[in-house]
């Protein structure tokens, strides 16, 4: 993929994520900070499917910028074909990790699995 | 005669933010915020996932995360995040090559165009919205 | 003011600095200030300077921790009496001030820094307006002294990096009128050490001795690549 269209998706993912980071803040101003995160309000969120679709997008959004974020920051940092790779590689399995890692929280509470 | 090293300048060049200017600042903010929140991110993740272990696990987390030390680490959290989204919105806007002057016929002593009151009140604004939203969020989290 | 300034400058051999008292006036400059060092105390002060105007850019070196061209700077302006010189950062050093500038030119060289014409056999005059030559002309006044990749930050780290200096100048040939090589030269900077490397720290152009301003036209030239310009 070129630099070019990675960087592209960087700025995508910031710009989407900014605002739904705004909307899932809100969320929890909105009940008072410390009923939202109360047990039953946190499991009724993440089973409010359209809640629970905005927690995924969020996910994968933050997910592909951070990291991409961290290989920018790694590239700079040393350079060489191995390691280079090594890095590439190593940031496309930690978000990919990331992301199933949340998927599994998000879907299982949503299915009602807990 | 051949080069002795690459005397690069390393880590230490690139985060010392004393010699140019605020835009130099900003540049070094930007990464470490970029890295925080990151690693907040991962956290954040995890410590969300103690829900699976139902009510007594979720409890036991909230518990565990309401202390005054980690209450500090989330103002910093909330700070580093206002200060990264509006500074990124500033630099995008700069990587697109808007607000960063126009060509011109420069004149001694030659200030640099790109590094105009725009951007640098936009880093400013950066810097005091993120102290106001960490206060804020002391308020909300300190019950102040 | 003094009459008399503490010069340091630091020595490749030894690693450390030779400190020299050198008399000065208020129009003396950092590059007369070596010169007499080097003439009167100790000849083996390696130094490069030619044109001592900053038109040949070649006595960059780092003035009290910033890249500033020697001949360019007054003893006066720098409000100090101890003045430090190293050679510039993120270049190879050949010996005490002198500095390789073997990468500068290959990534110069790498961006094609020479008109496109569309059509080699068109021998007709290619006018240009006042304006579009306000487009570029700025950037055409680069005198390769390599200052902007010694102050660059991502330059301190990344030995492959192509360098402000180099994407200011694609942006030049990117912005004349009468070019038809945009497209390569934005394929050729497209990699993943090329011009997303920038993030628009700005510390290139605040060092620059003509006002090239090589953040705006790094910027302006991404702006092509994002779609802002056409």
């Known amino acids: 993929m070129r630099e070019s269209h990675i960087m592209k998706i960087h700025y995508g993912t910031a710009l989407a994520a900014v605002g739904l980071v705004a909307v899932h803040i809100l969320m929890r101003m909105a009940d008072g900070y410390a009923e939202s995160l109360e047990f039953a309000n946190v499991v009724a969120n993440y089973q409010f499917l359209p809640y629970a679709g905005l927690l995924e997008i969020m996910l994968i959004l933050l997910s592909v910028h951070g990291f991409n974020g961290l290989r920018v920051i790694l590239l700079e940092l040393r350079q060489g074909p191995s390691y280079e790779k090594a890095v590439s590689y190593g940031c496309v399995a930690a978000m990919i990790g990331l992301i199933a890692y949340g998927t599994r929280t998000i879907v299982m509470v949503n299915v009602g699995m807990i | ?144 | 003011m003094r009459d008399t300034i503490t010069l340091r400058v630091k020595r490749s051999e030894s690693g450390g600095f030779d400190t020299f008292e050198v008399p000065v006036q208020k129009w003396t400059t950092v590059l007369e200030c070596i010169l007499y060092a080097k003439h009167y105390m100790d000849t083996s002060i390696a130094v490069r300077y030619s044109c001592r105007q900053a038109t040949c850019g070649s006595c960059g070196m780092r003035i009290n921790g910033r890249p500033a061209l020697a001949c360019f700077t007054k003893v006066s302006e720098l409000d100090s009496d101890t003045i430090t010189v190293e050679p510039m950062s993120n270049f190879p050093i050949i010996r005490d001030l002198a500095v390789r500038f073997d990468r500068l030119f290959e990534n110069h060289h790498r961006i094609r820094p020479y008109l496109e014409p569309g059509d080699a056999d068109d021998k007709r005059e290619h006018l240009q307006s006042p304006a579009e030559l306000d487009r570029y002309i700025q950037f055409a006044n680069c005198i390769k002294c390599g200052l902007c990749n010694s102050a660059c930050p991502t330059m301190a780290t990344d030995t492959t990096f192509v360098g402000p200096q180099a994407l200011a100048q694609a942006y030049r040939y990117v912005a004349d009128s009468r070019d038809t090589g945009k497209d390569k030269r934005l394929s050729i900077i497209d990699d993943s050490h090329g011009i997303w490397r920038c993030h628009f720290a700005g510390s290139c152009s605040q060092v620059c001795p003509k006002g090239v301003d090589p953040a705006m036209g790094i910027q302006l030239l991404r702006g092509y690549m994002l779609g802002f310009r056409g």
Request: net charge neutral.
């Open chain 2, 1 to 144: 005669m051949e080069p002795r090293d690459e005397n690069r300048e390393g880590l230490g060049g690139m985060a010392n933010p004393g010699r140019y200017g605020i835009e130099r600042v900003a540049y070094w903010l930007m990464r470490l915020s970029g890295l925080g929140l990151l690693a907040y991110f991962i956290g954040h993740i995890y410590e969300t996932s103690s829900i699976l272990r139902g009510e007594a696990g979720w409890d036991e987390l909230l518990e565990l995360t309401s202390t005054p030390e980690l209450h500090i680490m989330l103002v910093i959290v909330i700070g580093m995040c206002v200060f990264h989204t509006v500074n990124g919105i500033r630099v995008m806007l700069g990587h697109g090559g808007v607000g960063v002057g126009r060509p011109t016929r420069p004149d001694y002593p030659y200030p640099p165009a790109s590094q105009n009151a725009r951007h640098k009140i936009a880093i400013y604004s950066a810097i005091v919205l993120a102290a106001i939203a960490m206060v804020y969020g002391s308020t909300v989290l300190f019950g102040v």
